[in-house]
């Protein structure tokens, strides 16, 4: 059988370097597979492109099309949701005493007996395909994030990151996503702000009707190590070949004050670690929440208060 070639990335706007201006923050920000994409793409490009902000304190610094061929090629989500791909798939046996107990404390049922499922499992118990496990809306004292992974109360079973199945499924060869990445020295809490007037750009265009909620049609960094995860996976030189590890602004903040390219990509791949608090006590937490909406100095010191990784055993 005939195969097509993988067509390559389409780099519109080059990247142009890490910032060496630990004030400056690079934001991602890419469209999901089920939003329109040239309506969303414009949609998000004209608020930008009109907010006072534009070209004084925040930029573009690079604009990509990534094929979907490409996407599936090179495992780009496989690898982006690495850790909430093996929670969906392990479930129960992955989550570690703190986990337990904050899951015990929130639903108020001991952990040991709860039907704590992996979304694969559920989709085989409830008999749904991903799209519409995906498309289930619960209360939200039904449902509980921890370390990035979220639990679902629904039809007597907790489900483990309900949504993989459906991201996996729904980027597909034929799903091409576009890339775009922000520098401003404003900060996360401004381009959140900034967002929220893309969500409301969007609901005024008629354009969230079928995803719900705005998340589920664009992504963008919300932290110093979510920048870097967004970095492996979707930037690429401009001949259309991934970047690689090394490339993003915060990485080359840490390779500037001692941290190592291996070291980081230890904390990327295994982001449950024992941090100390002010007071001392100890706390499990993830790198990327533990750091999230952080500058790059406040993300390193942060960092200096690790004690231990977690390495999880499926």
Same mark, same amino acid.
């Given at each position: 059988m005939d195969t097509k070639p993988t067509r390559s990335p389409q780099v519109l706007v080059p990247y142009t370097g890490p910032s060496a201006d630990p004030e400056e923050q690079d934001v991602f920000l890419y /469209? @999901?597979?089920?939003?329109?994409?040239?309506?969303? +793409?414009?949609t998000i490009l004209r608020v930008v492109e009109h907010c006072g902000e534009y070209r004084r304190n925040l930029s573009l610094v690079y604009l990509a099309n990534i094929p979907g061929q490409f996407v599936v090629d090179n495992h780009l989500i496989e690898r982006y949701y690495q850790m909430q791909l093996t929670f969906a798939v392990h479930g129960k046996r992955l989550f570690t005493e703190f986990m337990r107990?904050?899951?015990?404390?929130?639903?108020a049922e001991e952990f040991s007996q709860a039907p704590i499922v992996g979304a694969f499992e559920a989709l085989a118990l409830l008999g749904l395909r991903p799209g519409e496990l995906f498309d289930v809306w619960v209360a939200d004292e039904d449902l509980l994030v921890i370390h990035?992974? !979220?639990?679902?109360?629904?039809?007597?079973?907790?489900?483990?990151?309900? $949504?993989?199945? *459906?991201? %996996?499924?729904k980027n597909n060869r034929d799903t091409d996503l576009a890339v775009m990445l922000f520098r401003t020295n404003l900060g996360w809490q401004y381009f959140s702000r900034l967002a929220g007037e893309m969500e409301q750009a969007l609901a005024e265009r008629g354009l969230l009707e079928? *995803?719900?909620?705005?998340?589920? /049609?664009?992504h963008y960094s919300r932290g110093p190590f979510q920048q870097v995860i967004d970095g492996w996976?979707? /930037?690429?030189?401009?001949?259309?070949? %991934?970047?690689?590890?090394?490339? !993003?602004?915060?990485e080359a903040y840490l390779q500037r004050h001692g941290v190592t390219q291996a070291e980081v990509q230890k904390l990327i791949r295994h982001p449950l670690a024992i941090f100390? $608090?002010?007071?001392? *006590? *100890? @706390? +499990? $937490?993830?790198?990327f929440q533990r750091t999230a909406g952080d500058r790059y100095p406040e993300a390193l010191k942060k960092l200096?208060?690790?004690?231990?990784?977690?390495y999880l055993q499926p």
């Open positions: /469209l @999901r597979p089920e939003s329109n994409g040239v309506q969303v +793409e414009s107990n904050e899951f015990t404390e929130y639903f990035g992974q !979220t639990v679902k109360r629904y039809q007597g079973y907790y489900i483990v990151n309900y $949504d993989i199945p *459906a991201l %996996l499924h079928n *995803a719900r909620h705005p998340r589920r /049609l664009f996976c979707y /930037l690429c030189s401009p001949n259309g070949e %991934l970047s690689g590890m090394g490339e !993003t602004s915060f100390c $608090d002010e007071s001392g *006590a *100890a @706390r +499990e $937490d993830s790198v200096s208060t690790m004690r231990a990784q977690v």
